[in-house]
Nanobody, 122 residues
Framework: QVQLVESGGGLVQAGGSQRLSCAVS????????MGWLRQAPGKEREFVAA????????LYAESVKGRFTISRDNAKNTVYLQMNSLKPEDTAVYYC???????????????WGQGSQVTVSS
């Protein structure tokens, strides 16, 4: 009942920056926690970052902490992932995810965006 459309993926050099956006639409008035997960070839899907509805609680994977920043603009119904100091190991398909509870211990909950390819070249 909720749709998520991602944008902002692409090719970036190591050390560079990229910002992903996820626009949320639908007829539900539910307030969602939003997050980003990623999947690299041959690897399991992994949690990256999440933010609760009010924007005052955030979670980050240790591998991206200090480099990535998640934020949201509820007036625009959009969540962002600002990625700085990118590394080749950040190369993956990044998926936006919406879920009712701010619990990100599982990777198979919620509604999903279509995925955005982020490729970091060396």
């Amino acid at each position: 009942q909720v749709q998520l459309v991602e944008s902002g993926g692409g090719l970036v050099q190591a050390g560079g920056s990229q910002r992903l956006s996820c626009a949320v639409s639908g007829r539900t008035a539910s307030k969602y926690s939003m997050g980003w997960l990623r999947q690299a070839p041959g690897k399991e899907r992994e949690f990256v970052a999440a933010i609760n509805w009010t924007g005052d609680l955030t979670l980050y994977a240790e591998s991206v902490k200090g480099r990535f920043t998640i934020s949201r603009d509820n007036a625009k119904n959009t969540v962002y992932l600002q990625m700085n100091s990118l590394k080749p190991e950040d190369t993956a398909v990044y998926y936006c995810n919406a879920r009712l509870r701010h619990n990100w211990s599982r990777t198979d909950f919620g509604s999903w965006g279509q995925g955005s390819q982020v490729t970091v070249s060396s």
